[in-house]
T-cell receptor, first 114, second 115 residues
Framework: GENVEQHPSTLSVQEGDSAVIKCTYSDSASNYFPWYKQELGKRPQLIIDIRSNVGEKKDQRIAVTLNKTAKHFSLHITETQPEDSAVYFCAASTLPGTGNQFYFGTGTSLTVIP | DSGVTQTPKHLITATGQRVTLRCSPRSGDLSVYWYQQSLDQGLQFLIQYYNGEERAKGNILERFSAQQFPDLHSELNLSSLELGDSALYFC??????????????FGPGTRLTVL
């Protein structure tokens, strides 16, 4: 089955700096890679996703890049703000299909220092 | 608000007991996923149902079972509870099947405490 590894497990940055979180996956059949943000005590929320037919996707201060050959994808947050502090999870899955197991990374706890 | 609802919000019970967690997916979503999140742990996929049928199984213990009903709501049954089962249990739903979108939307979770 799929194995998703996520690094680093914790990350502290100064406000205004950039943060980068990296994930690798093992199954070449995976073609959908979402990123979730989970604030303390709350539900995970999708912040951005990428499909394997594109190499990069951007949404304001957040971007995700995908390298299918190397089987890794990364989350980039620019101009970080204190409200970006949360745990971020990457995941891998396949689509379309009706039986989709989502494989999650172990999470990165991001702290943005004001 | 994701549109996914879970009840109850909190559940406190004793070891050896049995509990049922309930999830209602977003309107139109056919697929329901269950996850377990223990303290300081990531999301562990338990099981997925699509339109009433089990479609994918993860690290779900034999003491746990789930089902999805004709109205698409789902229930996760946890029996012979142990202290280690204390966790936050999330349900998520997605469209799946026929569409190209596979985003999952998470419910608020049920916090289970086993004493």
């Amino acid at each position: 089955g799929e194995n998703v590894e996520q690094h680093p497990s914790t990350l502290s940055v100064q406000e205004g700096d950039s943060a980068v979180i990296k994930c690798t996956y093992s199954d070449s059949a995976s073609n959908y890679f979402p990123w979730y943000k989970q604030e303390l005590g709350k539900r995970p929320q999708l912040i951005i996703d990428i499909r394997s037919n594109v190499g990069e996707k951007k949404d304001q201060r957040i971007a995700v890049t995908l390298n299918k050959t190397a089987k890794h994808f990364s989350l980039h947050i620019t101009e970080t703000q204190p409200e970006d502090s949360a745990v971020y999870f990457c995941a891998a899955s396949t689509l379309p299909g009706t039986g989709n197991q989502f494989y999650f990374g172990t999470g990165t706890s991001l702290t943005v220092i004001p | 608000d994701s549109g996914v609802t879970q009840t109850p919000k909190h559940l406190i019970t004793a070891t050896g007991q049995r509990v049922t967690l309930r999830c209602s997916p977003r309107s139109g979503d056919l697929s329901v996923y269950w996850y377990q999140q223990s303290l300081d742990q990531g999301l562990q996929f338990l099981i997925q149902y699509y339109n009433g049928e089990e479609r994918a199984k993860g690290n779900i213990l034999e003491r746990f079972s789930a089902q999805q009903f004709p109205d698409l709501h789902s229930e996760l049954n946890l029996s012979s509870l142990e202290l280690g089962d204390s966790a936050l249990y999330f349900c998520a739903s997605s469209v799946v099947g026929g569409g190209t979108y596979n985003e999952q939307f998470f419910g608020p979770g049920t916090r289970l405490t086993v004493l």
